[in-house]
């Protein structure tokens, strides 16, 4: 069984960093893409940042210059960097992973940002 577990999430002030991370039970390499999606309250869920296997990535464009996507194929993790958060970066993290036609979510980790 596929499962992604997510931890990293927390209250931040304006400014500050997180760095969110990803475990995969099994290889990340054998997964076509693994990403990091949001969602706020009353929102619907958004692509935020997404590796693929080959390593290119994409970002959503609020973000851009102030997260990063990264992987330790050692310890199948994935991770999301994000510096200079800001409020509206507040919402429900979930990692994401697509393998062999089947979409993948962990359980969501929460990050507030607020002074």
């Known amino acids: 069984q596929v499962q992604l577990a997510e931890s990293g999430g927390g209250l931040v002030q304006p400014g500050g960093s997180l760095r969110l991370s990803c475990v995969a039970s099994?290889?990340?390499?054998?997964?076509?893409?693994m990403g990091w999606y949001r969602q706020a309250p009353g929102k619907e869920r958004e692509l935020v940042a997404a590796?693929?296997?080959?390593?290119?990535?994409n970002y959503k464009d609020s973000v851009k210059g102030r997260f990063t996507i990264s992987r330790s194929n050692a310890k199948d993790t994935v991770y999301l960097q994000m510096n200079s958060l800001k409020p509206e970066d507040t919402a429900v993290y979930y990692c994401?992973?697509?393998?062999?036609?089947?979409?993948?979510w962990g359980q969501g980790t929460q990050v507030t940002v607020s002074s």
């Open positions: 994401n992973g697509w393998r062999n036609n089947n979409n993948y």
């Open positions: 590796m693929s296997s080959g390593g290119s990535t």
């Open positions: 099994l290889s990340i390499f054998s997964f076509e893409s």
